[in-house]
């Protein structure tokens, strides 16, 4: 019997008023095996979602991050679904125990402002 697999949501990067994509910005700014690691996890949670640790961890309602090891720590990529799309709104190298808040705070105020422009 063949089964059609299931399609996986579209991805997208956050786009700031000016044009910037941070998301894209951060990963293009990592070495190539760290960008392929990055990009491997993305894949897996766009095409495998709803997943959790060790690679997903939810953070809040509505926004969860994908946690990445690479060379200099473990990444953190937030990020939200939003009308069948994966929108990638956020990302850091997190060095200590705790995600700092600031950086939630980032991720939220992007998710709020993405919601806005799609009203």
């Known amino acids: 019997m063949i089964t059609k697999e299931k399609k996986g949501f579209n991805v997208v990067f956050y786009q700031?008023?000016?044009?910037?994509?941070?998301?894209?910005?951060?990963?293009?700014s990592?070495?190539?095996?760290?960008?392929?690691?990055?990009?491997?996890?993305?894949?897996?949670?766009?095409?495998?979602?709803?997943?959790?640790?060790?690679?997903?961890?939810?953070?809040k309602s509505g926004l969860w991050e994908i946690r990445?090891?690479?060379?200099?720590?473990?990444?953190?990529?937030?990020?939200?679904?939003r009308n069948e799309k994966m929108i990638l709104l956020h990302?850091?190298?997190?060095?200590?125990?705790?995600?700092p808040l600031e950086d939630i705070e980032v991720a939220t105020k992007r998710l709020q402002e993405f919601i806005k422009l799609q009203e």
């Open 30 to 59: 990592l070495e190539k095996g760290d960008q392929r690691e990055i990009g491997a996890d993305i894949r897996v949670v766009q095409n495998s979602f709803p997943i959790g640790l060790p690679l997903v961890r939810k953070i």
């Open 16 to 28: 700031t008023a000016n044009g910037k994509q941070p998301v894209r910005e951060f990963i293009k």
């Open 68 to 81: 990445s090891m690479i060379k200099d720590g473990i990444s953190r990529i937030f990020f939200t679904f």
């Open 91 to 99: 990302a850091i190298v997190k060095k200590t125990q705790k995600t």
